[in-house]
């Protein structure tokens, strides 16, 4: 049996290159979604054969930071890139 806590909890399979199916469920969306992203050029994606498809990690990464800074940009959130501690002489 699985532990409830762990099963909230996704975390990205550490490979090269990802099946959809493992992209879909870190993104909560469908395969092919996942297979659209692929298609519009926001995921980088790899066919080995005619229906089997490889997703690179490093894109899903890359979109989901995408996807933050979209997010913390339009409501206007933004992070020093200083440290943020008092630096009073």
């Not at 049996?1 to 290159?17: G, H, I, N, Q, Y």
Request: negative net charge; glycine residues 4%; aromatic residues 6%.
């Amino acid at each position: 049996m699985s532990d409830p806590a762990k099963d909230d909890l996704l975390e990205l399979p550490r490979r090269v290159w990802l099946l959809p199916s493992q992209v879909a469920e870190y993104l909560n969306v469908s395969s092919r979604k996942v297979r659209r992203l692929v298609e519009d050029g926001k995921l980088i994606g790899w066919k080995p054969g005619k229906k089997s498809m490889r997703i690179l990690r490093a894109s899903v990464i890359a979109l989901i930071q995408e996807a933050i800074s979209e997010y913390q940009e339009a409501h206007g959130i933004f992070f020093d890139s200083e440290d943020s501690t008092d630096h009073a002489e």
